[in-house]
Antibody, heavy 115, light 110 residues
């Protein structure tokens, strides 16, 4: 059974940083693209970034380019999202998802950016 | 603002058929395959349809996806109370070089 467990969310001030983690199990992590998606409170889904199996290809949402960094450690079956220069509008539940087409999702971790 | 437009709401009585549209452009739906996601209240999204009209394991064939040109549709047949959820279309956008979601449609079972 595929399991994705996000962690690292919390309350942070504008301009601050957070690092999200996603622990994967139940599948061959190194064989799949991985994706981060977010959902602001009461709003729709927004794709944030994805990363190829070996980390060689990465894509970002324009509004997070230069501020967020997606990475992975295939030895640890883990996906990461380093978020810097956080803004109010980054407040959301952040989900990690398996594959580019997001076939499986974690339960999400809430990031709140507020002073 | 999303580049994929969906109606904000749709509704039907149990057993009815409901259709949700997803309108895009050449750089997204026109050139790429469409996926659909179901998000039940308070839960994470779930992949419902992939590659325009394919079912992941465990998804009933009451849900059917289609695509024509720069638009896609999701049809729910034999509507059930447990189908009350938000539904999102999504696809890759070649111009944005990123994935885009639709605006979302809330389905209500009357």
């Amino acid at each position: 059974e595929v399991q994705l467990v996000e962690s690292g969310g919390g309350l942070v001030q504008p301009g601050g940083s957070l690092r999200l983690s996603c622990a994967a199990s139940g599948f061959s992590f190194s064989g799949y693209y991985m994706t981060w998606v977010r959902q602001a409170p009461g709003k729709g889904l927004q794709w944030v970034a994805n990363i190829k199996e070996d980390g060689s290809i990465i894509h970002y949402l324009d509004s997070v380019k230069g501020r967020f960094t997606i990475s992975r450690d295939n030895a640890k079956n883990s996906l990461y999202l380093q978020m810097n220069s956080l803004r109010d509008e980054d407040t959301a539940v952040y989900y990690c998802a398996k594959e580019g087409r997001m076939s499986d999702w974690g339960q999400g971790t809430l990031v709140t950016v507020s002073s | 603002q999303s580049v994929l437009t969906q109606p904000p709401s749709a509704s039907g009585t149990p057993g009815q058929r409901v259709t949700i549209s997803c309108s895009g452009g050449r750089s997204n739906i026109g050139n790429n395959r469409v996926n659909w996601y179901q998000q039940l209240p308070g839960t994470a999204p779930k992949l419902l349809i992939y590659s325009n009209n394919q079912w992941p394991s465990g998804v009933p064939d009451r849900f059917a996806g289609s695509k024509s040109g720069t638009s896609a549709s999701l049809a729910i047949s034999g509507l059930q109370s447990e189908d009350e959820a938000d539904y999102y279309c999504a696809t890759w956008d070649d111009s944005l070089n990123g994935y885009v979601f639709g605006t979302g449609t809330k389905v209500t079972v009357l």
